[in-house]
């Protein structure tokens, strides 16, 4: 009964910036731990980053430490993701997620996902 919807995707050059959102509908937002997913051609599915039904607790990939920022406004229904200083290799499509299921942080049995949006980083 949840439904996702990313976008924010696009082409940047390496160095610079994009903040995907993620537009959740259909239960309460409140009640969901949202993440971010996402695959690169010839790679596996890789968990990027999370935060708790609460927004205590956080998770981010150590690929991307340091880097990106995942953030959620529970009033507009949305999460974040502000990706700076891009690599090459972010160079994915990137899934939101959502869990119902009290899970631990690190965690990727997520029930919910959204179709995906493309992200394309130059050299």
């Known amino acids: 009964q949840v439904q996702l919807v990313e976008s924010g995707g696009g082409l940047v050059q390496a160095g610079g910036s994009l903040r995907l959102s993620c537009a959740a509908s259909g239960r309460t937002f409140t009640r969901l731990g949202m993440g971010w997913f996402r695959q690169a051609p010839g790679k596996e599915r890789e968990y990027v980053a999370a935060v708790s039904w609460s927004g205590n607790s956080i998770y981010y990939a150590d690929s991307v430490k340091g880097r990106f920022t995942i953030s959620r406004d529970n009033a507009r229904k949305t999460v974040n993701l502000q990706m700076n200083s891009l690599k090459h290799e972010d160079t994915a499509v990137y899934y939101c997620?959502?869990?119902?299921?009290?899970?631990?942080?690190?965690?990727?049995?997520?029930?919910?996902w959204g179709q995906g949006t493309q992200v394309t980083v130059s050299s």
């Open positions: 997620a959502a869990n119902t299921s009290p899970v631990e942080i690190t965690s990727t049995r997520y029930n919910y």
